[in-house]
């Protein structure tokens, strides 16, 4: 996809990356935002999107990474309506430095009970003292005017593993009414920092949690979630990771810790390729997690596949209620070796029926002669579960989506469901961090009763998003909203 710059976003660009100066953005009081926004950073009641560009140069400083934030509004987001965040801009602790990869982890929720969601972003190669490579979590604040200034969360155990801060999640464990931050590194230790935080001090305590997951690089929690699998009113903690249950097994998996007022208990793993997305599919009031194989193999799933796992009183049930790829009747495409289907996941209510949907990359997908170049798929929510009935996929050559499919796009390499103008409907954005040869591009789709819709869609690439693209920025790596 080629994405045009404007002469004025140009003349931006040459000036070098956005600072973290706040643009005209009209905001309500906090108390006027409906609860459980979890990403509305300036209390307008419109989520917000975090989008990761982790390899962005800063001043200079190549890998050191940013985070571009778009505020939703009645009319969605805009590429100009944005607060570009790097450790470089005022207010944010830290300096940018090559390889710190920040926004390598991004959370949000509302941490010091202000009104306004915070963002947390870690920065796993960030070197702490002599620990190269130790990591590090940033809370930047939410305000009236957006994010403002920042405050580092120091690594507890640096001696115990490095890059801290490489997967994070705010969910309220103890169900005490104040969310929590969980930040997992490359080792079995996930920190988890309490509710009760302040600006100045940050968490009011901290407990680790021992995790099954293998400790060790590219180990450790990879990934986290949160969300009430089992309907008591605590969050739980969802770790992605490589299952070490013994010395002589290990397998990538999904692991489940439920909340409770005196912390988290492991419940169980479930097969997976560390991939996972939490909400209420069949609304029974429990949160069921989807969790993706995408590497397939030989066999079934060549191209990948993912698995819907309900949620019930008891938990997580560890029996697939479901497994769906791409031979599956009714789902576009067809199941093809190195898809990578289920690759990227997030669930949100779509069509306004209080039933949570599915986003599911293939950002390998091969379509026509263009390799690699990236696909996302639809999957309504039932009471029985997703079904592939009425799903649809979505590239750059779906029309009215911007932009042409290209060799080694990677359409897909984030996606997200949330609900970004206010409708009722959750808007699909999709990251594609390879577009462009690795300058990387987002787009934004609208829900609707009828599902996702082309109509109006958006798509701008990282010029215009405010990053240089000095080297490969790749936006669209990791996104929250």
């Known amino acids: 996809m080629r994405l045009r710059t404007t002469t004025a976003l140009a003349a931006l660009i040459a000036a070098g990356l956005t600072p973290l100066t706040l643009p005209s953005v009209a905001a309500s009081a906090a108390s006027s935002a409906p609860s459980g926004l979890q990403e509305d950073f300036n209390g307008d009641g419109y989520p917000d999107l975090a989008t990761a560009a982790y390899n962005t140069t800063v001043s200079g400083a190549k890998n050191a990474g940013a985070v571009v934030v778009d505020y939703g509004?009645?009319?969605?987001?805009?590429?100009?309506?944005?607060?570009?965040?790097?450790?470089?801009?005022?207010?944010?602790?830290?300096?940018?430095?090559?390889?710190?990869?920040?926004?390598?982890?991004?959370?949000?929720?509302?941490?010091?009970?202000?009104?306004?969601?915070?963002?947390?972003?870690?920065?796993?190669?960030?070197?702490?003292?002599?620990?190269?490579?130790?990591?590090?979590?940033?809370?930047?604040?939410?305000?009236?005017?957006?994010?403002?200034?920042?405050?580092?969360?120091?690594?507890?155990?640096?001696?115990?593993?490095?890059?801290?801060?490489?997967?994070?999640a705010v969910g309220d464990f103890s169900g005490d009414g104040k969310n929590d931050l969980a930040i997992g590194s490359s080792g079995k230790d996930v920190w988890i920092h309490k509710g009760g935080f302040t600006k100045s001090a940050g968490a009011s305590t901290r407990y680790k949690l021992t995790t099954a997951a293998q400790s060790g690089t590219n180990y450790g929690a990879e990934s986290l979630d949160s969300g009430d699998v089992n309907g008591d009113g605590h969050d739980d903690l969802i770790v992605n990771g490589t299952y070490f249950p013994d010395s002589s097994h290990k397998y990538y998996a999904t692991m489940v810790y439920v909340g409770s007022s005196s912390g988290l208990t492991f419940q169980n793993a479930l097969e997976s390729d560390k991939k996972s997305a939490v909400g209420d599919i069949n609304g029974d009031g429990y949160d069921d997690l989807v969790t993706g194989a995408y590497w397939g193999g030989t066999g079934n799933n060549l191209g990948g596949s993912i698995s819907t796992h309900l949620g019930s009183a008891e938990g997580i049930r560890a029996a697939a209620a479901q497994t769906i790829d791409q031979d599956t009747a009714g789902v576009p495409g067809e199941d093809e070796s190195s898809d990578y289907f289920g690759y990227a996941l997030s669930l949100g209510d779509i069509d306004g029926d209080g039933l949570a949907d599915a986003a599911v990359s293939a950002f390998y997908e091969s379509i026509g002669s263009a390799d690699l170049t990236g696909s996302v798929t639809v999957l309504r929510g039932t009471p029985t579960g997703l079904t592939a009935d009425g799903s649809k996929s979505f590239h750059q050559d779906t029309a009215g989506v911007p932009g042409a499919n290209e060799d080694n796009d990677h359409f897909g390499s984030a996606v997200q469901l949330s609900d970004l103008n206010g409708d009722g409907h959750a808007d699909l954005s999709i990251g594609a961090q390879d577009e462009n040869a690795g300058d990387g591009a987002l787009w934004s789709l609208r829900g609707s009763s009828s599902g996702i819709t082309t109509s109006g869609a958006l798509g701008f690439g990282a010029s215009a998003a405010g990053l240089s693209t000095s080297g490969t920025p790749c936006l669209g790596s990791e996104m929250l909203g």
């Open 73 to 168: 509004s009645s009319a969605g987001i805009s590429a100009s309506r944005r607060t570009v965040v790097t450790q470089n801009a005022t207010g944010v602790p830290g300096t940018a430095e090559s390889s710190d990869f920040f926004g390598s982890g991004l959370a949000s929720g509302d941490l010091n009970n202000d009104g306004y969601a915070d963002l947390v972003v870690g920065a796993p190669g960030e070197d702490v003292g002599d620990d190269t490579n130790g990591g590090t979590a940033v809370v930047i604040w939410g305000s009236a005017g957006g994010l403002s200034t920042g405050l580092t969360i120091g690594d507890p155990n640096t001696s115990g593993h490095d890059s801290f801060g490489q997967s994070l």
